[in-house]
């Protein structure tokens, strides 16, 4: 099936929530019932969601996509309309690939996820380098909506599918002196171009850290999945982070180094602008980077004609479940 892409979507054109749920029971249930031999089931006309989207799809292993497949459906809904995939998959901010919003998406097809491993080292009981196989195994997935909120004032709502941080960091033993979590992207500058490159600006690797109580928040997420999918690389595959309540570039993608650290690790935006990057980084309308205001975001799909403009949220919408976190700290000051 053709599916024309524009970038400026009309909100009533866009699936919301329930329809994308609706479609992929139907998807299900059309698939069991050729299973019985049952035949042809007409599609219904009201998906703008594309054909693709179905579970267990994209690249990666048979074994990732099979656990990819069985996750648990839609354990936190938001209500508010999901951002089409196009747009999650299209407009993305992945600078080993270049610093334009469709490099990755243009360019980070090369990347080779399979084999894939994580080095797990620092203040554990149990360090190692862990085979992508053995990080998944026996972990439960679960898909969750979320909203992220990049520092440029976008944001997007996506269905990633993962299983909590803690449940991995719960694996390895943190001993007693572990205060923080550091965490690194591959260096593989045959694969990413912006890696080869002698005006790049970033001292690769790719660096991002959490104290170790937002670590082991049950907010926190490692996302293996999108939209019922494996990830796509553009997007971090093929294991991620996602905090949701923090701007997006503390969701370090493609992760192939977790160090749990006494001190608080160096992290790549603070260390470039300390003065417009800080190591804690929570979405706080009140608080402007140096150069723009906070205050508001352009959800995606974002037009001309369609701004589509809607206020920032304090820890982007989810204070209730995390404000403790930073309880009697100057959220001015630990920005
Ligand atoms: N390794 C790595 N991770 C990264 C980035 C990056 O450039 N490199 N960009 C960050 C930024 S600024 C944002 S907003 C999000 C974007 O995630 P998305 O492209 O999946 O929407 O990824 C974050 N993770
Ligand atoms: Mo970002």
């Known amino acids: 099936m053709l599916i024309k892409t524009r970038t400026d979507i009309p909100a009533s054109e866009i699936t919301p929530e329930p329809v994308y749920r609706a479609r992929r029971d139907f998807m299900r249930g059309a698939m069991s019932a050729a299973a019985l031999g049952l035949g042809a089931i007409a599609a219904p006309p009201l998906f703008a969601a594309p054909a693709h989207v179905a579970r267990g799809e994209g690249r990666g292993p048979d074994w990732l996509r099979a656990q990819i497949a069985a996750a648990d459906e839609n354990t936190r809904a938001l209500g508010e309309t999901l951002t089409p995939f196009e747009h999650v998959t299209s407009y993305n901010n992945f600078y080993e690939f270049g610093q334009g919003k469709t490099d990755p998406a243009d360019k980070a097809d090369a990347l080779t996820t399979d084999p894939w491993s994580v080095e797990i080292a620092g203040e554990v009981a149990k360090p190692g380098v862990y085979p992508l196989e053995d990080v998944l195994k026996g972990m439960d997935l679960e898909e969750r909506v979320y909203r992220l909120r990049c520092v440029e004032a976008w944001s997007m709502v996506i269905p990633w599918i993962g299983f909590p941080l803690a449940a991995l960091l719960q694996r390895v033993e943190p001993t007693s002196k572990a205060k923080y979590v550091a965490f690194e992207t591959l260096v593989r500058p045959a694969e990413m171009p912006a890696q080869r490159s002698r005006f790049s600006t970033i001292d690769w ?131």
């Open 205 to 335: 690797p790719y660096r991002e850290g959490l104290r170790l109580d937002e670590a082991m928040h049950p907010l926190t997420l490692m996302a293996v999945g999108l939209y019922g999918k494996t990830l796509p690389n553009q997007n971090g595959a093929p294991l991620r982070l996602v905090v949701p309540w923090k701007y997006g570039f503390k969701s370090i993608k493609s992760i192939v180094k977790i160090v749990l650290t006494e001190r608080e690790p160096k992290t790549t935006w603070n260390m470039m602008q300390p003065r417009e990057y800080g190591f804690y980084a929570n979405v706080n309308p009140e608080v402007d980077h140096p150069r723009w205001s906070q205050a508001s975001e352009r959800r995606l799909p974002s037009g001309l004609f369609r701004p589509n403009i809607i206020p920032t949220r304090l820890f982007n919408g989810y204070a209730e479940e995390v404000a403790h976190l930073y309880k009697g700290m100057d959220l001015t000051r630990y920005y």
